[in-house]
């Protein structure tokens, strides 16, 4: 069944709001599942609307839960997000990061006991609109080991970074630090899929290409098989977001792949820069520019966002493709 948009939000906003999440919650977490599905990222959209409405059911999530900013130092901002869905949560930051930047060129706004935040790269719509640069950092439940480790300990611990240009969308860059996002081992298994040989290891430690064996053991690191570059990225994003801001660690916090377990607890960190702090709006855009040119010099170079963005322009167009009996579902509430 094909959805608009408009009544995709509505649709997934009840089914939150009904399993106890407060309208405003509902609401934000509701336009975040859409933009990711309408962007074709399904492993962080409508695949997510069942796992938050169990985690609102069961307690893992507050739904009562409002943020608030809980510190202030210059430029330097701390959201607490209570324990709620992550999405008011660190659209407060953004905000907040948005405005501490152009009063003092540069903000940090973190986010402690927070949730799943989603499409990482999709909080910094904003600050990108507001023709400031922005960097986004989030830790997870543990999903991977350390350097020479067999359990886990880090979460995929994705990054992402958003560059304004003059006239044209900006760059969007989002990675997991996983060698792929654990959200597309979730899809495999619920499909009786297999994954690709070095994503995973299994309980033991042992390389998988199960699914399912992948989600009770541990993902691997970017380019884990040669090199332990990638672990020690997912270290660097875990105290940013942990030890800096107060959230819980990968390995404190429960799967959100199980119905039951604690609050997670985890973390958000944005970064919102203003150019004009530092070599100028105007410099900064052209030499953008030159750098884009350089790059499209080469056939086949697609620009980071570029897809994800067609995708969403014709879904506002075209609506979304939905299994009939997941809305029916929905709406029978």
């Given amino acids: ?67 608030a900013v809980i510190r202030r130092r210059g430029g330097a901002i701390l959201v607490d997000a209570a324990h709620g869905l992550a999405f008011p949560a660190c659209e407060l930051a953004v905000r907040e990061a948005i405005s501490a930047a152009r009063e003092h060129g540069v903000a940090f706004a973190g986010v402690s006991r927070s949730h799943h935040c989603g499409v990482l790269v999709d909080h910094l719509r904003p600050i990108a609109a507001a023709g400031l640069v922005g960097l986004g950092f989030a830790n997870s439940p543990a999903a991977m080991p350390a350097a020479g480790g067999r359990h886990a300990i880090f979460g995929t611990n994705p990054v992402a970074a958003v560059f304004p240009r003059r006239g044209a969308d900006p760059l969007m860059i989002d990675l997991s630090l996983s060698e792929v996002a654990r959200g597309k081992v979730m899809v495999a298994a619920k499909e009786g899929r297999p994954i690709p040989s ?47 801001i107060g959230g819980h660690y990968g390995f404190e916090a429960s799967s959100f ?13 944005f970064v919102a820069i203003d150019p004009g702090a530092l070599a ?20 086949g170079v697609r620009l980071p966002g570029a897809r994800r963005e ?24």
């Fill in 310 to 333: 067609a995708l969403r322009r014709r879904a506002e167009t075209e609506g979304i493709e939905v299994p009939d009996p997941l809305v029916a579902r929905w709406r029978s509430g």
């Fill in 1 to 67: 069944m094909k959805l608009a948009l408009a009544e995709a939000r509505s649709i997934v906003a009840g089914v939150l709001a009904r399993a106890g999440a407060s309208e405003a919650m509902a609401e934000s977490t509701a336009r975040a599942l859409v933009l990711a599905e309408s962007q074709g990222l399904g492993s962080h959209g409508l695949s997510r609307v069942a796992q938050y409405a169990t985690h609102l059911g069961n307690g893992r999530v507050d739904g009562a839960a409002r943020p």
């Fill in 257 to 269: 792949f199980v119905d039951e377990g604690n609050r997670p607890g985890i973390g958000q960190a």
């Fill in 198 to 244: 070095g994503w995973a290891l299994d309980a033991e430690g042992r390389p998988t290409t199960d699914a399912k064996a992948a989600l009770e053991g541990s993902m691997l690191p970017i380019g884990a098989v040669s090199s332990p570059k990638g672990a020690m990225l997912a270290l660097v994003v875990e105290l940013l977001v942990t030890a800096l």
């Fill in 280 to 299: 100028g709006g105007d410099a900064y855009v052209d030499r953008v520019e030159v750098l884009v040119a350089e790059m499209l010099k080469d056939e």
